[in-house]
C-alpha cells in the first residue's frame, strides 16, 4: 500500500507564513511530479504549485512570488513554504504523487491539510 500524509496546516494572521509538507510512503520504486492543490469552500479546487522529479517548478499566479515548492528526494518529502499569506488562501491544502509502484505508475492523493488566514 501507498500513503500520502499532508502537514502543516493552521490558523496564520494575514501576513504570516506557514510550511506545509507532503511525504508518501509505501511500496515505490521512483517518485515523478508532486503537486499541490487547494480548494476553498464553494470553489473549485485549483493547482498551486508543483515540482518534477529534476526540481522543474511550476506555480499559480495568484502564489507566485510568495509561495515556493520544494522537495527532498531521500525523504520522499515535497514541502510549500508559504509567505504573505492573504485571506483568499484559506483552504483545504492537499497534494498529490505521481509515482512508480511495484508494476505500473499510479497517483496518490493525501487527506489534506486546512489552512486558515484570518485576524
Known amino acids: 500500500q501507498v500513503h500520502v500524509v499532508e502537514s502543516g496546516g493552521g490558523l496564520v494572521q494575514p501576513g504570516g507564513s506557514l510550511r506545509l509538507s507532503c511525504t508518501i510512503s509505501g511500496r515505490i520504486r521512483s517518485i515523478n511530479t508532486m503537486t499541490w492543490y487547494r480548494q476553498a469552500p464553494g470553489k473549485q479546487r485549483e493547482l498551486v504549485a508543483d515540482?518534477?522529479?529534476?526540481?522543474?517548478?511550476n506555480y499559480a499566479d495568484s502564489v507566485k512570488g510568495r509561495f515556493t515548492v520544494s522537495r527532498d528526494n531521500a525523504k520522499n518529502t515535497m514541502y510549500l513554504q508559504m509567505n504573505s499569506l492573504k485571506p483568499e488562501d484559506t483552504a483545504v491544502y492537499s497534494c498529490?504523487?505521481?509515482?512508480?509502484?511495484?508494476?505500473?505508475?499510479?497517483?496518490?492523493w493525501g487527506q489534506g491539510t486546512q489552512v486558515t488566514v484570518s485576524s
Open positions: 498529490t504523487v505521481d509515482y512508480v509502484g511495484l508494476v505500473s505508475r499510479r497517483s496518490a
Open positions: 515540482i518534477t522529479s529534476g526540481g522543474a517548478t
